[in-house]
């Protein structure tokens, strides 16, 4: 998986996050902590 292509998924979560109605501090906070699951795994 190409660098564009992991930014452009993590870019369509945050559209899901903000168009169900997460305050600016929990958007923020959750792409970051999910890369960080991902790279765990």
């Not at 930014?7 to 169900?20: E, P, S, T």
């Not at 970051?32 to 991902?38: E, T, Y």
């Amino acid at each position: 998986m190409t660098s564009a292509a992991i930014v452009q998924k993590l870019w369509n979560f945050c559209n899901v996050l903000r168009d169900d109605g997460m305050s600016y501090g929990d958007y923020v906070k959750q792409p970051p902590f999910l890369l960080f699951l991902k790279m765990a795994e």
